[in-house]
């Protein structure tokens, strides 16, 4: 009976074959939940203000520079330059992409270390300008080829994994703090323009103004910190604790490749890391019945 699982194919260059249930080089993609839903909330907000009648009037030039500009200054003031840059590059970033899903991740280091333990580690140099565009599986599959001890590629691997979960989090940290002060922005607003209108009183022209910079920060203001940021900043946290399963399922693997152990073992160290809902069966598949 024919395995439904990756095999090793010695007539390809790299010793591999890429079947179409799970290619060697990963993927992630876009991930629409995060922009749908930002759209939606938007969409619904924007939606009651034309039906309002008076679109326009939810526009204000003064009120905009207060939230944005304030909420980016005090944010920045509580950070490096680098950490908040890093913050919004990793907020636009998981807009669009998706991590990469456990369980074909981990179907891909098994079939990677099938063909170490029959090749030899030296086969991996055939696949290396293959995977230019993956940098973590890249990096644990280049330390192999030089032959790296695997004690050595662990502590490395291990301490790259934990600087990148650092980095992430610094960024939802930064994410998070933005969304504190985007309300209390809008709030320091809504008093310049208290004070703005009560200074004023006996100018009517002036009244008009002044109200709509007092109730117009509010709204931006909680519009920017309760349906922009926060949902990004959550994005960000979920997405480093995928990204960093991902990465520890690289260093499981490459550790065990450097080791030339057997890859069944390798698919229980896998199965100890990944949740019980995406557990694999690699090897240890149920046959059909009247197999």
């Not at 520079?65 to 980016?72: A, N, P, S």
């Not at 891909?108 to 940098?135: F, H, N, T, W, Y």
């Not at 960024?171 to 309300?183: C, Q």
Request: aromatic content about 4%.
């Amino acid at each position: 009976m024919t395995s439904t699982r990756d095999t090793v194919d010695p007539r390809s260059p790299a010793g591999l074959s890429v079947p179409a249930t799970g290619r060697l080089r990963p993927r992630g993609g876009l991930d629409p939940a995060t922009l749908l839903g930002l759209a939606a909330a938007l969409g619904v907000i924007a939606a009651a203000v034309v039906l309002g009648g008076a679109p326009g009037a939810f526009f204000d030039t003064p009120s905009m520079l207060i939230v944005l500009g304030g909420t980016l200054a005090v944010t920045t003031a509580g950070f490096s330059l680098s950490d908040v840059a890093a913050g919004w590059r990793d907020a636009v970033l998981v807009l669009v992409h998706r991590t990469q899903d456990p369980r074909s991740v981990a179907r891909r280091v098994l079939l990677l270390a099938e063909a170490v333990r029959r090749a030899g580690p030296e086969m991996l140099q055939g696949i290396l300008p293959d995977l230019k565009s993956e940098s973590f599986l890249h990096r644990c599959v280049a330390l192999i080829v030089e032959g790296l001890p695997a004690d050595e590629l662990e502590r490395v691997l291990n301490g790259e994994v934990e600087a990148a979960a650092a980095s992430r989090a610094r960024s939802a940290a930064v994410l998070r703090r933005a969304a504190e002060v985007a309300p209390a922005m809008g709030l320091i607003g809504t008093l310049v323009g208290l004070v703005q209108m009560l200074g004023n009183l006996n100018d009517p022209g002036s009244i008009g103004p002044a109200m709509a910079l007092a109730l117009l920060t509010t709204f931006y203001g909680a519009v920017l910190g309760s349906v922009v940021l926060t949902p990004l900043a959550g994005k960000v946290e979920r997405s480093a604790e995928e990204e960093a399963l991902i990465k520890t399922l690289y260093t499981i693997g490459a550790v065990s490749m450097a080791r030339q152990e057997n890859p069944r073992r390798l698919e229980m160290l896998l199965n100890t890391v990944l949740p019980p809902a995406r557990r694999i069966q690699y090897f240890d598949r149920e046959l059909p019945r009247g197999a």
